[in-house]
C-alpha cells in the first residue's frame, strides 16, 4: 500500500477502510480497462506491468501512473471528509447538548468581570486533563462548558454533557423499567469528554454518591477528562457528594473560580431599572432618546 494511503487511512475505524478501499479499487478497475496498448488512457505515460503467480494463476499487476494516484489521493481525501462530517454529526446527536447550548462558542460568549480565568482556562482546554469551574448561578460555567465540549466535538471526539439532577434521575428511572442503569453508567464512563453540569445541585443521599464515584474513579483510572461545573466551593461540595470524589476532582482537573455575578440577574434588574425610569417619564418622552422642545 502507498505511503500516502496507509498515512491516510491510519486514524478510522475498519469499515470506513473497507468503504475507501473499495472505491480505490473500482477507480483501478475503471482505469486498468481505460489502458490503451500499455499507456494510461487519460495521460498517456507508460504503464508497469508486473506478473505474479497466486497458486496456479498467472496474475497482470499494473503500477498507477502519476496522474491516477493523484486522483486516488484527492477521491480518498474527499471521503474522508465526508466520513469525518458524519462522525461528527452522529457524536453532536449522542453528546446530549439542549437547545440553549447547540450553537455555545468561546468567540461569542460576553466576558464580563470575574469571567477571565474561566475563560483562559476553556481556551487552553487540549483534553489532557479535566476542569473543575466554580461560581455563582448565572455566571456563564455551564456555557463555557457547552462550548468546550463543541469544539471538542468538532475534532471528532466523543462527548457527553450531562446534567447531574437530570441524568441521576434517568438512573432512578430505570429501576422502574425505562433504559438500563449499566448502559447509562458505561455511557458517561467510556466517552472521550464528559461533562457534570450543576455538581452537588442533587439531594445528598449515599446512592448519589456512590453512583457518581462510579462514573469519576473509572474515568479517573482510564484518564478520560471530565469537566465539572458547579455552584458549590470544594468544601461544600465535599459535604453534599463525599471527600473521595473531591479527592479524584482535585487529582485530575484544573481548578478555577468563577468570581462574576449572574448574568441573568443582571439582565433582569437592567429591566426593572429601565421599567422603573420609564414609569417617571412624562408622555411622549422616550428612555434614552431627547425630547425636542
Avoid at 503467480?53 to 499494473?62: A, C, D, G
Avoid at 498507477?64 to 474522508?80: F, G, H, S
Avoid at 453534599?240 to 448574568?263: H, M, Q, T
Amino acid at each position: 500500500m502507498q505511503t500516502w494511503l496507509g498515512d491516510l487511512l491510519t486514524d478510522i475505524g475498519l469499515m470506513e477502510r473497507i468503504d475507501i478501499l473499495i472505491g480505490i479499487k473500482e477507480l483501478r478497475s475503471e482505469w486498468e480497462h481505460g489502458m490503451i496498448n500499455g499507456r494510461c488512457g487519460i495521460c498517456g505515460a507508460d504503464i508497469n506491468e508486473r506478473t505474479r503467480h497466486i497458486f496456479s494463476n498467472i496474475v497482470r499487476i499494473y503500477a498507477p501512473c502519476e496522474c491516477v494516484n493523484r486522483t486516488m489521493l484527492t477521491k480518498t481525501a474527499d471521503r474522508l471528509r465526508v466520513l469525518s462530517e458524519c462522525a461528527i454529526s452522529k457524536n453532536r446527536a449522542k453528546a446530549g447538548l439542549n437547545p440553549m447550548f447547540e450553537n455555545a462558542d468561546l468567540e461569542t460568549f460576553e466576558r464580563r468581570p470575574g469571567t477571565e480565568d474561566m475563560v483562559e482556562a476553556a481556551l487552553a482546554f487540549d483534553m489532557t486533563s479535566g476542569l473543575f469551574v466554580m461560581g455563582s448561578y448565572g455566571a456563564g460555567k455551564s456555557h463555557i462548558a457547552a462550548a468546550i465540549c463543541n469544539r471538542m466535538l468538532r475534532q471528532e471526539y466523543t462527548c457527553r454533557y450531562a446534567n447531574v439532577p437530570e441524568t441521576l434521575a434517568k438512573i432512578r428511572a430505570t429501576y422502574d423499567g425505562y433504559g438500563s442503569e449499566s448502559r447509562i453508567l458505561d455511557e458517561l464512563i467510556t466517552v472521550d469528554l464528559l461533562v457534570l453540569d450543576d455538581m452537588g445541585a442533587e439531594k445528598p443521599t449515599e446512592w448519589v454518591a456512590d453512583r457518581l464515584y462510579t462514573v469519576i474513579d473509572a474515568r479517573y483510572r482510564h484518564m478520560r477528562p471530565t469537566i465539572y461545573t458547579t455552584n458549590l466551593n470544594l468544601d461544600e461540595l465535599a459535604a453534599r457528594v463525599g471527600e473521595r470524589i473531591v479527592d479524584r476532582v482535585l487529582g485530575s482537573c484544573r481548578i478555577v473560580v468563577c468570581e462574576a455575578k449572574s448574568y441573568r440577574q443582571g439582565v433582569q434588574h437592567l429591566k426593572l431599572r429601565m421599567k422603573a425610569q420609564a414609569a417617571h417619564v412624562p408622555d411622549g418622552i422616550r428612555v434614552g432618546h431627547s425630547h425636542a422642545q
